[in-house]
């Protein structure tokens, strides 16, 4: 075993359970927690997980300063959220490319987006591959929501799927917090934009590392007019999200209404600055 667990929760005593039973053969569990003010420290510590607990600031703050003080056992750390299943085929992978001697500083792995009734987004999900499995000391991540991973050494991939439930709590909930995920976006947007928009059209297209690609590839789109329905087009039209049926229809038209929530809160932080 050279693999720790990390998982991020905030009152998640509803996945935690099924999250906790997919790394059961994990041996160094940390339960990284939001202060939750339900069972789910209670549930963790249960199941024999290390608890540690902060009170949220921001996305990229607080991954960071987890990994830089919760004491994992291992040199490799996989890093999923309560409403997430590390598969089989997963495991496997990680377990047998995080070893001591491997050269990478992360592994690249792919993640499988299921919709309520469970319909995998096979097509209409917008990003499948993330940086999950990495050397802590040698990841940091930049942003205040949907955090940039920024890894200082080689990159690798594994096989693999880490299975995401993102409406185990049905579709109010998903609404509720993508209303606060546009509000964290809008003010990335507008931070950006006071540091002079250092994005690169060049490096949206051409850039080979995925994570900078899509970094660039973000703060074009920010500057577009008509987001929300560029968006509704872009995933109808060119990831064709029609062909996961009505499952992949709903989801398209949802990431266009969360894009028209970050365009609201954005012409509303815009109008309270020029108040002030």
């Not at 075993?1 to 940390?30: A, F, R, Y």
């Not at 290390?50 to 921001?58: A, H, I, L």
């Not at 029609?242 to 499952?247: E, P, S």
């Amino acid at each position: 075993m050279s693999v720790s667990l990390l998982i991020l929760t905030k009152n998640e005593e509803q996945d935690l359970p099924g999250c906790l039973k997919s790394v059961e053969w994990c041996d160094d569990v940390h339960l990284y927690d939001s202060c939750s003010t339900d069972r789910t420290a209670e549930i963790a510590a249960a199941a024999g997980a290390k608890v540690t607990q902060r009170r949220f600031d921001n996305w990229s703050a607080h991954q960071n300063w987890g990994l830089a003080h919760i004491p994992f056992k291992y040199p490799w750390v996989l890093y999923i959220d309560a409403d997430e299943r590390v598969s089989d085929g997963l495991r496997q992978a990680a377990l047998a490319a995080g070893t001591p001697e491997a050269p990478e500083s992360a592994f690249r792995l792919r993640r499988r987006d299921f919709f309520g009734d469970g319909t995998w987004l096979k097509y209409a999900q917008i990003s499948p591959f993330y940086l999950r499995l990495f050397r802590p000391e040698k990841m940091r991540y930049e942003r205040l929501v949907n955090p940039v991973s920024i890894v200082d050494g080689p990159v690798g991939e594994i096989e693999g799927f880490l299975d995401h439930y993102p409406f185990s709590k049905g579709i109010g909930f998903w609404l509720e917090r993508h209303i606060n995920y546009a509000d964290l976006e809008a003010k990335t947007i507008l931070e950006n934009r006071v540091k002079g928009g250092e994005f690169s059209f060049v490096k949206a297209v051409t850039e080979k590392d995925f994570t900078a690609r899509r970094f660039h590839q973000k703060e074009f789109f920010y500057r577009l007019p008509g987001r929300p329905l560029i968006k509704w087009l872009y995933m109808m039209g060119l990831r064709r999200a029609f062909l996961d049926g009505t499952a992949g229809v709903t989801y398209a038209t949802l990431q266009s209404i969360y894009e028209y929530f970050i365009v609201l809160k954005q012409r509303e932080m815009e109008r309270e600055k020029r108040k002030s």
